[in-house]
């Protein structure tokens, strides 16, 4: 499991990955989720944790949604979202031929 730091860096990172995806300056942002460009920039940063009303009105201004996930879900989760080239082309599945031989 993440320290708390470590979660509030990786928000951050994910904020600014998409604000700058989107062309849009801190300032911009802030305005769209109504706070301060200071406290945007802080929670950009990972150096203050946020509300989660905050969170969402941040999110909905850079098009993203907020999820909760339950903690053992996670794994499959990260799974899931692996970048492309990442093993994805293995099936799903294998049939052995032990299981052709019992068909």
Do not use: C, H, W
């Not at 949604?65 to 499959?76: G, K, Y």
């Amino acid at each position: 499991m993440k320290s708390g730091s470590e979660a509030l860096l990786k928000i951050g990172q994910q904020l600014k990955t998409a604000r700058k995806g989107l062309g849009l300056t801190q300032e911009r942002v802030a305005d769209m989720a109504g706070i301060s460009r200071p406290r945007y920039r802080e929670i950009e940063a990972g150096s203050s944790a946020a509300r989660t009303t905050t969170l969402i009105n941040i999110g909905r201004a850079l098009g993203l949604e907020l999820m909760l996930i339950p903690q053992a879900m996670v794994l499959a989760v990260d799974a899931l979202l692996q970048p492309d080239g990442a093993d994805d082309d293995l099936p799903a599945f294998v049939v052995s031929p032990d299981d052709d031989a019992n068909a």
